[in-house]
């Protein structure tokens, strides 16, 4: 039967996220593990009333076929929003895509062949690791530490041997929360303007930010990048709409590979979420977003604080979507899982997020997805879990 299938689906692990999706999509239990936005985040009046525009007004040329690179006012939009921010794009230099899922998809398939290496941050997004899994590099992870990637460990791989290309999340990571430093973004720009790497800085959480000062992409200081950018969590994932920002010679690349792919992204789409971007108050949405997220990650620390034996140990994420925890050495996050079932509460434990094996006490949780009454409660059942498996250790 295997023989049925090309050799490189293989070596691609299944996403355990998704299998634990499966086990845990019951009404009384209360799930930390997937990575969702809040439902009541969701413009989606505002986005009926975009929709009905577009189609009643536009709608001759919104349903046609349209050009791979996407809607060239939506590109615009992107463009100055950057430009705001004092990062100097072009609308030529962007692509529209689907999702920055595609843009990995598309970066794996322009620059990589088998066996070439991709450095990845240890642990990583895991949906990652199979995008770009799938065109058979071999993944080497460099540690995270709690201001961004270890430089001193990835200037030694990039000494090592030459890496095609280093894939980062520098703000509010995913699995981690955790982001880089001012100092580690010049610095991952240097070590890459000095190496034939290139980098792919993917940003999907850059605008929820609720607390700390905004800072600057590594692409600020590299021009010379692939940057990847979503709609997903700013107004919607089902929406299906992400951006890449490379300069000409790469994207001449990435477009024949969209082209292939799928000659386009939902040209419908992009001109509704054009029309809501325009017509309607973005600013207010996004605080309405950081607001929300930041009360449910105080509160989730709060009651990591109140509900957790001594010794687990947690980052604060300063925007985005999840936290980290680290449990005391010797405890396994996979038999805290298989407890925590049992009391209806669930998580993803840390080793899905590593390519070549990892820490076994870590665990990954979410915190944008459930309201602060199940995070309260969620959290007193994570902490008795955590305290039964602590006792029977
Ligand atoms: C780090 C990271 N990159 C990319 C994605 C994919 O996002 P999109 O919905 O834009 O495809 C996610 C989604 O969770 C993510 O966490």
Same mark, same amino acid.
């Given at each position: ?166 894939? $980062? +999340?520098?703000?509010?990571?995913? *699995?981690? &929360? ?7 973004? /010049?610095?991952?720009? #240097? ?5 034939? $790497? +290139?980098?792919?800085?993917?940003? *999907?959480? &850059? ?7 905004? /800072?600057?992409?590594? #692409? ?174």
């Amino acid at each position: 039967m295997n023989d049925l299938f090309a050799k490189r689906m293989s070596k691609v692990p299944r996403s355990f996220v998704r299998e634990i999706l499966k086990v845990t999509d019951k009404p009384d239990i209360i799930s930390f593990a997937g990575g969702l936005p809040h439902p009541d985040s969701f413009p989606y009046q505002e986005i009926a009333q975009a929709a009905e525009h577009v189609l009643s007004q536009e709608g001759k040329e919104a349903l046609q076929y349209s050009t791979t690179e996407g809607y060239r006012p939506l590109r615009g939009y992107i463009a100055q929003r950057y430009q705001d921010k004092g990062l100097k794009v072009d609308s030529e230099e962007i692509m529209i895509t689907n999702g920055s899922q595609q843009g990995l998809d598309l970066a794996g398939k322009v620059f990589l062949d088998k066996d070439d290496i991709v450095l990845v941050e240890r642990p990583t997004y895991l949906a990652a690791i199979q995008a770009l899994g799938l065109y058979e590099p071999i993944f080497k992870s460099i540690p995270l530490l709690k201001d961004g990637i270890d430089t001193e460990t990835l200037t030694n791989a990039l000494e090592d041997s030459p890496a095609k290309l280093l894939y $980062t +999340i520098p703000n509010f990571q995913n *699995p981690t &929360g955790i982001s880089y430093s001012l100092k580690k973004r /010049l610095e991952v720009a #240097k070590l890459i303007r000095n190496n034939e $790497t +290139i980098l792919v800085e993917d940003d *999907p959480y &850059g605008e929820i930010r609720f607390m700390g000062e905004h /800072l600057p992409s590594i #692409k600020n200081f590299l021009n010379e990048s692939v940057f990847l950018g979503s709609f997903s969590k700013m107004i919607s994932p089902g929406i299906r709409l992400g951006w890449i920002i490379a300069q000409e010679e790469f994207m001449e690349k990435l477009v024949t590979a969209k082209q292939a792919s799928d000659l386009h992204s939902n040209y419908l789409a992009q001109r509704i979420v054009y029309r809501y971007l325009t017509e309607y108050n973005v600013e207010k949405q996004l605080n309405k977003i950081r607001e929300m997220y930041r009360r449910q990650r105080d509160l989730m620390i709060a009651m990591i604080k109140e509900y957790f034996p001594s010794g687990v140990t947690y980052t604060e994420p300063e925007g985005g979507m999840f936290l980290w925890v680290t449990l005391p050495n010797g405890l396994s996050a996979m038999d805290l899982f298989d407890v925590a079932i049992k009391e209806n509460v669930t998580f993803v434990p840390g080793e899905a997020f590593y390519t070549n094996g990892g820490e076994k006490n870590t665990l990954r949780l979410n915190f944008s997805n459930s309201d602060e009454g199940k995070i309260e409660e969620g959290m007193r059942r994570l902490g008795k879990a955590t305290g039964k498996l602590l006792k029977s250790t």
